[in-house]
């Protein structure tokens, strides 16, 4: 099992900044990815940024340029520092990890519990 705690949420304006982090625990496998997503009421949860265990990094169009997701191996840690926060950014943020076991041909997902962003035009 693996739990993830999200925080970091807040209310902001338009323009202002942000920064989400979430501490991973339990038993964590390699090589896995930690990444962000996010949800509104009757959408669907899309993903806004993920990072794998060498770096690489992926980012959704509509944040490319305003968020920076990044990554603590040592500390379990992943982090997604949201600048020129926009309206449309408005969402509860969820941590993911990801693991892809290749022997079982199965693949594990875990969330953290969600943090709220606002921002207000």
């Known amino acids: 099992q693996v739990q993830l705690v999200d925080s970091g949420g807040g209310l902001v304006q338009a323009g202002g900044s942000l920064r989400l982090s979430c501490e991973v625990s339990?038993?964590?496998?390699?090589?896995?990815?930690l990444g962000w997503y996010r949800q509104v009421p009757g959408k669907k949860r899309e993903l806004v940024a993920q990072i794998s265990s060498s770096g690489y990094e992926d980012y959704a169009d509509s944040v490319k340029g305003r968020f920076t997701i990044s990554r603590d191996n040592a500390k379990n840690t992943v982090t997604l520092q949201m600048n020129s926060l926009q309206p449309e950014d408005t969402a509860i943020y969820y941590c993911?990890?990801?693991?892809?076991?290749?022997?079982?041909?199965?693949?594990?997902?875990?969330w953290g519990q969600g943090t709220q962003v606002t921002v207000s035009s």
């Open positions: 339990g038993t964590i496998s390699s090589p896995n990815a």
């Open positions: 993911n990890y990801y693991y892809y076991n290749d022997f079982e041909d199965n693949e594990y997902n875990y």
